[in-house]
């Protein structure tokens, strides 16, 4: 940390009466090699883009920056207990020096951030030091955003397919269908059919006109293993589309890591029409059945009315509403056929040549059954043992 020059009065600088604060109305410059340490409000009213020293934040208070006019600052600092709220953006051409403490903004102006100009970049940044709200990048192709909540950071790296003139990034570790700090909301139960659960515990916004490629990150208090039937190779990006008002796939162009920790890569997407990304899975109810039956198994049918093994019972089937069921006989002619069956089968052909003789039914023996479940995409076959 540079020495500071600690400033009670400048000529080119007023103090307000209404709030209590370092109140900058005109004329105020930091020079190259001077620093100036604030423990209080900034207020800015004012051009304030001729600084080429440090302006940093210190002391166990809320220091808040407000008014009219966004301050640019070449290099600023944070060691601030109480944080640093901003009411008002603040430009920084250098660098940015995260010690402790968070830079917040609120959640619902997302035109209020701290913002890293063409050559800006930033240091330290940690779970203790971070941007709690909304950053920004201009004039940048690649860029790793230090946001995250109170307690955690929680990068998100933008890579464009070109100079993208302004990017804007926050973090929200909350349900996206009821999140506290902003007003709009995501539906997790909103989303195509082609997504099967979307994570409860986090989000983030991106905002970009620059097709790009998003980075993120999940770790123990993500809690992707919560996820129904969740594995590491069924995770996916999400995102809430603004044009339809539901969740859609982003995609994947690669991803590593277990449930625990690991980090995802999305194919290239326009981040402005989407409100939020995260984390999403694959539908399983398809995956679900067939994991859990690799075969439907070989039947023993006996329909002699004694109650037991007289109907042909296909456990699951109602999976599949929609479905087909087909019996062949050793020589492969088809002797039953049922669509959308419901243990209708009790060894008496309904099609083929052996149709006429449904008073004595099909004769004892193997069986080749073929049964399709168009709902789950899935096709079993396997054998049927009559016994008269």
């Known amino acids: ?9 400048l000529l080119s600088v007023s103090f307000a009466v209404a709030q209590s604060g370092l109140y900058n109305s005109g004329n105020l410059q930091v020079h190259h090699n001077a620093n100036l340490g604030l423990h209080t409000n900034f207020i800015n009213d004012a051009n304030f883009d001729q600084t080429t020293g440090l302006v940093g934040f210190y ?17 600023t600092e ?19 020096n995260f010690i402790y403490g968070n830079f917040l903004t609120p959640t619902n102006r997302q035109m209020v951030y701290l913002n890293f100009m063409d050559q800006g970049f930033f240091t330290g940044e940690s779970d203790a030091s971070k941007v709690t709200g909304f950053a920004a990048v201009n004039n940048r192709d690649v860029f790793s955003f230090p946001v995250g909540d109170r307690q955690q950071l929680r990068p998100l790296t933008l890579n464009s397919q070109s100079t993208t003139p302004l990017a804007i990034c926050a973090y929200f570790y909350e349900d996206p269908s009821s999140p506290s700090s902003i007003l709009e909301s995501f539906d997790r139960e909103e989303k195509v059919q082609d997504i099967g659960s979307i994570t409860d515990r986090e989000f983030w916004i991106v905002q970009s006109d620059v097709p790009a490629q998003v980075t993120i990150s999940w770790n123990s208090r993500s809690a992707l293993g919560a996820i129904p039937n969740a594995t590491a190779e069924s995770i996916i990006v999400v995102g809430w589309s ?69 109907f042909w019972i296909i456990d699951g089937l109602e999976e599949s509403p929609n479905n087909s069921v087909r019996i062949f ?42 049964v399709t479940l168009d709902d789950l995409e899935l096709e079993y076959t396997g054998f049927l043992f009559l016994d008269r």
């Open 1 to 9: 940390m540079k020495t500071l020059l600690h400033i009670a009065f």
């Open 59 to 75: 002391g166990n208070n809320v220091i808040l920056v407000s008014g009219s006019i966004p301050p640019t600052l070449w290099d």
């Open 78 to 96: 944070i060691m601030a207990v109480g944080n640093v709220f901003l009411q008002n953006s603040i430009m920084v051409r250098n660098n940015v």
């Open 242 to 310: 603004k044009s339809s008002n539901q969740w859609v796939i982003i995609g994947n162009s690669a991803i590593s890591g277990d449930l625990t920790q690991g980090f995802i890569i999305s194919e290239t997407f326009l981040p402005s029409d989407y409100a939020a990304i995260t984390f999403g899975t694959i539908p399983l109810p398809t995956d679900t059945f067939a994991v859990n039956n690799p075969t439907l198994g070989n039947y023993f049918l006996s329909p002699n009315g004694d109650g037991t093994n007289d």
């Open 329 to 370: 006989n050793r020589y492969g002619q088809q002797v039953f056929e049922k669509i959308n069956y419901t243990n209708e089968f009790r060894g008496i052909a309904n099609t083929g040549t052996l149709i006429t003789n449904q008073s004595a039914g099909l004769p004892e023996g193997v069986y080749f059954y073929l």
